[in-house]
């Protein structure tokens, strides 16, 4: 595997466009290659040197690895589309970070900026630390979001997370904030923390599993009984937890399944 090491050259002011950082768009280049290609900043177009140090180590293949050694959070599109190959950011990244990508790992080690994972159709997108808006949803004016792959969120998420999710599965270890899994038809979002209000708001389908608590229930799901150790696909639940179905604010025979974890005997 080629291995390629992007060092940003120092702090980022207005945020840039580098959807080019693609593991299958830089497969074969040159360090020259890489350098030249053009990334935006404002109204700008400017070559990615500019912006980072290119290191290219091991022969020129098809599978590429790409490591950025540092903390890019002013960098948008990281990774967007991208159909194959292995990023590894070590830092914070930017907005929309694996947003519609096919294939491939990208490995965050701090947070993510909001709409990373948008609309995801395939791979594994991994963040050690926290998660913005909209992670996993569909861009606005869109009702389908991500359609396959997996997000896991080392620590807690903010609002919309998985909004209009129709495949794929997202697990978060932390808390999730406002409207998670709303307008969900699909696929699966696992909460291990709690979750503020308007969980599976507008669901049709999917599943969506709370370990934690809710401060403010979504009116329209209705119980449909308790479940011990529950198995959802090869996802095996450990505990007793209390199923629902709902959205019925979305329609009549709304598929969606919401499991909410009983902590002690009679408590949902």
């Known amino acids: ?96 970070t694996g947003a519609e990508m096919a294939g491939g790992k990208i490995l965050v080690q701090g947070d993510a900026g909001s709409w990373s994972g948008m609309e995801m159709r395939g791979g594994l997108l991994q963040i050690a630390g926290n998660a913005a808006d909209h992670v996993g949803s569909a861009y606005r004016g869109n009702w389908r979001g991500m359609t396959g792959g997996q997000i896991l969120i080392g620590g807690d998420a903010r609002s919309q997370l998985g909004g209009g999710l129709a495949g794929g599965s997202i697990t978060v270890e932390g808390n999730v904030e406002n409207f998670c899994a709303i307008r969900q038809s699909g696929g699966l979002i696992l909460i291990k923390g709690n979750a503020v209000r308007g969980l599976g708001a507008e669901m049709n389908g999917g599943t969506v599993v709370l370990s934690g608590a809710v401060e403010n229930f979504t009116p329209g799901f209705i119980p449909q009984g308790v479940e011990s150790d529950p198995r959802i696909g090869e996802l095996q639940l450990e505990g007793r937890f209390a199923r629902f179905s709902g959205d019925y604010a979305a329609g009549k025979n709304p598929k969606g399944v919401l499991y909410c974890r009983m902590d002690r005997e009679g408590e949902e």
């Open 1 to 96: 595997m080629a291995e390629i090491k992007l060092v940003p050259r120092g702090r980022i002011g207005i945020t840039v466009e580098a959807e080019v950082i693609r593991p299958d768009l830089l497969a074969g280049k040159t360090e020259d290659e890489i350098g030249r290609l053009i990334v935006w900043q404002g109204p700008r177009e400017l070559p990615l040197s500019q912006f980072f140090e290119v290191e290219l180590q091991g022969p020129a293949q098809e599978e590429t690895r790409i490591i950025i050694d540092g903390e890019v959070s002013r960098v948008k599109r990281i990774g967007q589309g991208m159909k194959s190959g292995v990023i590894e950011i070590r830092g914070a990244a930017g907005m929309y």
